[in-house]
């Protein structure tokens, strides 16, 4: 598969080299200079310097027809743009970002996105999870509010995309 | 009426606060949103609106604003990547009948106007003002 990591530090670092050890077609962008010299020495991909959220650095770095692109700034905005404008302008029909605001994890999804990842939400559902398997009497759950949440179901809506993701990279 | 008219301005900054006072002035019911309370002085002192501080970049914060009941949205944040996530939450999540983020990228531009959002874009605004004011013809080249 064809790949696309756009920002990040230790994440994108950590996930390029997953990604190229298995064999895929990896391009990194990274709008830190110093970063991309490091992400070059340690990794044999193609490594692109510049700002991942505008088109003509996604058009420059060749994305075009790739089959996942992975956003993984600190924030929410600039990951959203950047799968928006993958999707959209460049046809990667998946689009996987990080999120620091778990509400986003639904907001993302509703708005096209792949899927949202939220460490934060997964830490209060392991820790909520450990807490019913502790307890005897039920514990109220952690909820993430009404309104646009409402229909939130148990599972994080990017537990099935990432499933489906890790399998076609062969990890079962 | 004008006065049932409500508009959402994300971003108190020259443009937010200026229309915000102009659409007030006009009997528009105006909510105002920014991250920094001192934003708000920018206002004029006859804001007839309401000003709230918070992250208008954060979805619950648009809800408790009340977004779902905003005829206008006008996303006027300094950063625009924020304000294409406003336009597109508006828009695709709460039916907001006009959207008009203020957004520079033309690749951004270009998804917003297919989703039925009015972007604002100041660079091409003040490009099509210089040739307004200097009087030169956009259309013609200039030989030496």
Redesign the interface.
């Known amino acids: 598969m064809r790949v696309a990591v756009v920002g990040g530090r230790s994440r994108a670092d950590y996930l390029v080299g997953v990604l190229a050890g298995e064999g895929h077609e990896v391009v990194a962008i990274n709008s830190d200079r110093a970063y991309c010299e490091y992400l070059s020495n340690r990794h044999d991909v193609r490594i692109f310097c510049g700002d991942g ?4 650095v996604l058009e420059d770095a060749d994305v075009d027809g790739f089959d996942v692109v992975v956003a993984l700034t600190g ?4 990951n ?2 950047i799968c ?2 993958a999707k ?2 460049f046809d990667v029909p998946l689009q996987l970002c990080t999120v620091a ?1 778990p ?2 994890i639904v ?1 993302f999804r ?2 096209g996105v792949s899927a949202a990842i939220s460490g934060t939400y997964a830490l209060a559902r392991a820790i909520q999870d450990s807490m019913n398997e502790s307890a005897a009497a039920s514990q109220p759950r952690l909820g993430l ?1 009404g ?2 949440f409402e229909n939130m179901s148990d599972d994080p809506p990017w537990r099935g995309a990432v499933g489906g993701f890790w399998r076609k990279l062969g990890k079962g | 009426m004008l006065g049932s008219a409500r508009v959402m301005i994300v971003g108190c900054g020259d443009f937010g606060s200026t229309l915000a006072s102009a659409l007030s002035r006009q009997g528009f019911a105006v909510v105002a949103i920014d991250m920094r309370e001192d934003a708000f002085d920018l206002l004029d002192g006859d804001f007839d609106g309401e000003a709230v501080t918070g992250d208008g970049g954060i979805v619950s914060v648009l809800e408790e604003c009340g977004i779902a009941h905003a005829s206008y949205l006008v996303a006027a944040t300094g950063c625009e990547m924020t304000n294409f996530f406003i336009a597109e939450v508006a828009s695709e999540l709460y039916g907001v009948e006009h959207v008009l983020p203020r957004v520079e990228s033309t690749a951004l531009v270009r998804l917003l106007d297919d989703l039925n959002a009015s972007p604002i874009c100041p660079r091409l605004i003040c490009v099509d003002e210089f040739y307004r004011l200097s009087g030169l013809d956009a259309g013609s080249v200039v030989r030496s």
């Open positions: 959220t505008r088109g003509r924030r929410d905005v600039d959203f743009a928006q404008l959209h302008c605001n509400e986003n907001v509703r708005l509010g309104g646009l």
